[in-house]
């Protein structure tokens, strides 16, 4: 039998953090005859195999966009059925992250969120704060404009109590205070569906980051296709500026 993708991973040579724009799940309903949120239920499901595989694989992090602060412009019905969704994956989900050593994270403007699923995000990310496996952080109510926007914020009202002085203020002190300030920045960053765009993810985080695009709907994004992007990333030279 010929070799697959995955057996073709390097597992001495994984990345540490993966980031994925998730995006094509209308498109895949429209292409089958169904309603969008038969694309989000079944991205749902991609979701819990991507975790599973990320996890086997040994990646230390990844990180999902799962829902952006611009996605609030979409039609009322389709954000209810989307945070119904969210409700019931974050119910559904800590099982298997307990079973398998997950940390389960979240990034973004969590107070904007419904207040169950606030809850949820809170018990969850509680009662996997031990595990050492994966990392899975979930962007949601997220933007890379609003966190840096929050981050400056935050660093005034620090300056202005004396709390911090400018001369702490590097790159470093500024990563400090975004949302990831516990991960370390994305080594590949994928984006399914083919589109071209960052749409304002982890601006600052995505510097030095190798990209990946797929032509693959989200849904149909199986284990075997992050497997291409890892084998892919795994010839290229990174060289962070220098020669
Ligand atoms: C984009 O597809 C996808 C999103 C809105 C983000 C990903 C969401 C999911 C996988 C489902 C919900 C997630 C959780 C964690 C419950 P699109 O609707 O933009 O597709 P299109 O560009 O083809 O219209």
Redo the contacts with the bound molecule.
């Keep these: 039998m010929s070799k697959t993708k995955i057996d073709l991973i390097d597992r001495d040579k994984i990345p540490v953090h993966i980031a994925i724009i998730?995006?094509?799940?209308?498109?895949?309903a429209r292409k089958q005859g169904f309603a969008?949120i038969k694309?989000?239920n079944t991205?749902?499901e991609?979701?819990r195999n991507i975790v599973t595989f990320s996890n086997e694989i040994g990646l230390k992090y990844l990180t999902?966009?799962?829902?952006s602060i611009e996605?609030w412009g979409r039609p009322k019905r389709e954000i209810k059925l989307?945070m119904k969704?969210?409700d019931k994956?974050l119910a559904d989900e800590l099982s298997l992250f307990l079973e398998n050593n997950i940390r389960f994270n979240v990034i973004g403007l969590i107070e904007g969120l419904p207040l169950e699923i606030q809850k949820k995000i809170k018990y969850n990310m509680e009662s996997t704060k031990n595990n050492t496996g994966l990392t899975l952080t979930?962007a949601l109510n997220y933007s890379g404009r609003s966190e840096i926007t929050t981050a400056v914020k935050n660093i005034v009202k620090d300056a202005s109590s004396g709390k911090i002085s400018s001369i702490d203020i590097t790159e470093d002190f500024i990563s400090s205070y975004l949302f990831t300030n516990d991960l370390p920045d994305p080594d590949l960053l994928i984006r399914t569906?083919g589109e071209m765009r960052v749409s304002n993810f982890l601006l600052w985080q995505i510097s030095y980051s190798e990209i990946w695009i797929t032509p693959v709907?989200?849904p149909d994004f199986s284990q075997n296709h992050l497997a291409e992007a890892v084998v892919d990333y795994q010839k290229r030279e990174r060289r962070f500026g220098k020669v």
């Design positions: 998730m995006d094509g799940n209308g498109r895949w969008r694309g989000h991205g749902v991609t979701i999902l966009y799962a829902f996605n989307l969704l969210l994956y979930l569906s709907l989200w």
